[in-house]
């Protein structure tokens, strides 16, 4: 059966790859409009692609993609299974953090992306990926029952070795979270119209005891 969710994206990237919509279209090498499996339950947002992934055209490609790799190791995941993305599909000159004005060209391929990948869990990486999800002052903005689960950016816990543990632990929680996180995006789906509670705890039991065989690895 043909995967309409991935043939839905690919066509996404290819509008990426064209728009112009900000001038950071015509400064960076290619775009990079994230990459993963296309039904992972887990959505990883970076802020923006930097020179490695301008480069490759893929996101987390450097130092701190490789560090999300040991991350996502430690909790049985490898980064086919996820999917990773960010809120800027073009790299901004000299790293430097992309501007009010570029998140808003780009906001638009941000909400296709989530509608289509409709994750359990979304985790932002970091501040700036976070403030996509949860402008100052304003409600949090995710698809209808996923949750929000923000989480350092790996490259501050580069930058600052101290984090790392930090980051380590919540990834750990994250982990732990995903079962809840499942029964209610389930619940928020309309699953609970076809499952009885009973049958949802029951997922949610199966859920938790697959979490743990995949942390036992
Ligand atoms: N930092 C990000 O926020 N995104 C990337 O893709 C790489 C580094």
New binding site residues.
Partial sequence: MPDERAAALAALAVEIEACRACPLGSQRTQS?PGEGSPHAELLLV?????A??DAAGR????A??KLLDLLLNLIGLQRPQVYVL?VVKCRPPENRDPEPTEIAACSGFLERQLALLQPVIIAP??RH?LRAFAPEGETRQTPVGTTLFPLY?P?AALHNGALRPTLERDMGALSRALPAARSAWRVARGGAGEASLSEIEAAAERDQLRLFESEAQ
């Fill in positions: 990079v970076g802020e923006a692609p930097g490695h992934e996101p987390f490609v450097g701190a993609g960010n990486l970091g990926a950016h490259a």
